[in-house]
């Protein structure tokens, strides 16, 4: 009989962000003959969307209470279920509770911040209760193991994914892009405009944009995402670089590679990035990276072939950053080959196998 998980998300399938596509890419890796995986999302419409063999998304439920109660009725038809996942520390109660109820192993995903600001002793408990943990970058594992009581080796980091559609193209220069935004160069920066997440580092762009335009008259900034903080970063931009910045709004998934490779630089100093996912799609296709310091960005951005990492609070050293990341021209994506989807599948694969391996702990009831 093939291994089940049910699986507690907050989006997945017909949601955007990075988290939604990890937890595709991880059940996409997870799911094949021998594995079955039920989706039980807060938010996300899969309606429409053709679903991997193996895989099966629930109807989506935000509200907390009704979200317990169908989650309970899934678990019941579900059954027998080998592992409960849980894909983020604030669905914590239910997935432990039911694992405890199916008697299934309980394995905990953690992306950063979910981890690094919620320090409450419920939280906690929780975390230690987990026979697995797995966290996007080494950053979210240091800082994690400083305040769970866990042993090292239950914590285990499974970084993003890169998919195959994030390759090198033909360049600006080479498809005559000019047109459309000048000689450039173009920074571009893709990223949600939440006020919640204002730590990407949009404003630190706009700040030194002036001084970047005294050496590059023609340098432009696009910025592609949407949020609630659009207004507020518009009128920003606005004030400290009149002309300079171009909001795209939200850009789909599919034409992100042809939006990468029209960019001279990417650009997000960010400075409690998880990992960002977007650092090495950018990379993948070409085009160099400039992040900053502070979270997981350091995994994403391992050497200079991929780009580089800056304190976003010194203007100079900013400045100075993106001057010589646009020259050094073009990324390696060879660095990028240890984050492709093969690599990540086995280490997933690994991870399962090692967690299934784990003796089933007794039934509460149910």
């Known amino acids: 009989m093939a291994s089940r998980i049910l699986a507690l998300v907050g989006d997945c399938y017909g949601a955007r962000g ?11 890796a997870l799911a094949d003959g021998d594995v079955e995986i039920l989706i039980l999302p807060r938010l996300g419409d899969a309606t429409g969307i053709d679903l991997p063999p193996g895989i099966r998304q629930a109807a989506a439920i935000f509200n907390r209470v009704t979200f ?27 997935a ?18 979910d981890v690094w600001n919620d320090r409450t002793a419920v939280s906690r408990r929780l975390i230690e209760a987990a026979d697995l943990v797995s ?16 042993p090292p080796d239950r914590v285990r980091v499974l970084p993003d994914t890169v998919r195959d559609v994030f390759t090198p193209g033909s360049s600006r220069s080479d498809r005559g892009d000019e047109a459309t935004y000048g000689p450039g160069p173009v ?41 609630d903080d659009r207004g507020r970063l518009e009128a920003a931009a606005a004030e400290k670089a009149p002309g300079a910045v171009h909001f795209l709004g ?47 960005t350091a995994d994403a951005i391992p050497d200079e072939r ?26 390696d994506p060879s660095a990028v080959e240890p984050y492709r989807r093969p690599h990540f599948a086995a280490a997933a694969r690994a991870l399962y196998a090692r967690l299934v391996a784990q003796p089933r702990r007794k039934k509460s009831g149910l």
Not at 18 to 28: H, S, T, V
Not at 96 to 113: E, I, K, N, P
Not at 270 to 279: H, P, W
């Open 187 to 227: 920074l571009l920066t893709v990223a949600r405009l939440a006020a919640s997440e204002r730590y990407k580092g949009h404003e630190a762009i706009f700040s030194v944009l002036p001084a970047l335009r005294r050496k590059f008259p023609d340098l432009v900034h696009l910025v592609a995402g949407d949020g």
């Open 306 to 331: 991929v780009g580089a990492i800056v304190d976003p609070a010194d203007r100079d050293a900013l400045v100075t950053a993106i001057v010589r990341q646009l020259e050094l021209g073009r990324a």
């Open 250 to 296: 939200y850009v789909p998934d599919a034409d992100l590679p042809d939006l990468y490779r029209r960019a001279d630089l990417y650009v997000m100093p960010s400075t409690e990035e998880g990992f960002g996912i977007v650092y090495l799609e950018a990379a993948a296709c070409g085009l160099r990276v400039l992040g900053g310091k502070g979270g997981g």
């Open 135 to 150: 966290t996007v970058s080494r950053e979210t594992r240091r800082i994690l193991l400083t305040w769970v009581n866990l």
């Open 68 to 94: 317990s109660a169908a989650a309970l009725v899934a678990a019941w038809r579900f059954r027998p279920v080998d592992v409960v996942f849980c894909g983020h520390v604030f669905m914590a109660p239910l």
């Open 96 to 113: 432990f509770v039911l694992a405890r109820l199916l008697g299934a192993r309980y394995w905990l995903q953690t992306h950063g911040t």
């Open 18 to 28: 990075g988290i939604a596509r990890y937890n595709q890419d991880l059940f996409e």
